[in-house]
């Protein structure tokens, strides 16, 4: 064979084409990963004050958090026992600034009913 005038040379040797490494093992690390974003903090307006006295508490959660994940995350990291669980997804307002249009963030924020005798001190 001729490459730019030049004659190479073949051999029959074989070619080693694939290298082997050694390639760690990945654990799974998406339940610790949705479990320390669940909540995100305490929402505290004049209603969530309001519901304290049936002691219900409300959290601003992330936009995937489920109820399951909630009620097990609340459970983990204040260790109390949550009866149930309601969420309230809001959709971010369109506003104007002159000609100018944008969008409010979303949010996501859940109440939680805590068994009775149970609290959580909140910040």
Do not use: C
Request: net charge positive; hydrophobic share 35%; no cysteine.
């Amino acid at each position: 064979m001729s490459l730019f005038g030049k004659k190479t040379k073949k051999t029959d040797a074989p070619v080693k084409t694939k290298i082997e490494t050694a390639v760690p093992e990945k654990k799974s690390t998406v339940h610790q990963t949705v479990a320390n974003t669940v909540l995100k903090q305490p929402w505290l307006s004049e209603r969530a004050t309001m519901l304290l006295a049936q002691n219900k508490y409300v959290f601003l959660v992330s936009e995937n958090a489920t109820k399951p994940s909630v009620r097990d995350e609340v459970q983990r990291r204040y260790g109390v026992k949550v009866t149930a669980v309601n969420m309230i997804s809001r959709a971010g307002k369109l506003k104007r600034y002159g000609s100018r249009t944008s969008r409010r963030e979303s949010i996501k924020k859940a109440i939680i009913t805590l068994k009775a005798g149970d609290k959580i001190e909140v910040e």
